[in-house]
């Protein structure tokens, strides 16, 4: 999927309402993060803070969940977003998330703009490290 044919802007706009729905009552950093999957759904996610802090679940998580409980699917696209609608940057390990359910040619927007997971997670482990192995 050419990047024109990305609308960051409802990507932008799924992202912020997801982050209505988090639960941040701890931090007081809502989070919302968005998805644009390989068939043209759109999946999205929001945090969901728990008081062990360690148990937190963060936007991106809940994102997977859903895109696996609505059929599943790959990432073309991503977008997060704080309170502000300012794009946040996925922590390593929901970009570790990201990279396993991604799209071939997956990017994201980042603060510095549109970047591809392979910029935002180089060298990255993921399931073809885990085949033909003896």
């Known amino acids: 999927m050419p990047m024109d044919t990305i609308d960051w802007e409802a990507l932008h706009a799924a992202a912020t309402a997801a982050m209505g729905h988090a639960y941040a009552p701890y931090s007081k950093f809502p989070v919302g993060a968005a998805a644009l999957l390989d068939d043209g759904r759109v999946v999205s996610g929001c945090n969901v803070e728990n008081a062990s802090y360690g148990l937190t679940l963060c936007a991106e998580c809940t994102m997977v969940g859903a895109l696996q409980m609505g059929g599943g699917g790959r990432i073309r696209a991503f977008y997060c977003v704080d309170a502000a609608g300012a794009v946040l940057m996925p922590c390593g390990r929901c970009r570790q998330l990201l990279y396993e359910f991604r799209a071939p040619g997956m990017v994201l927007m980042t603060g510095s703009g549109v970047r591809?997971?392979?910029?935002?997670?180089?060298?990255?482990?993921?399931?073809?490290?885990?085949e033909n192995q003896s």
């Open 116 to 130: 591809t997971m392979d910029q935002v997670l180089p060298d990255a482990f993921g399931p073809e490290n885990l």
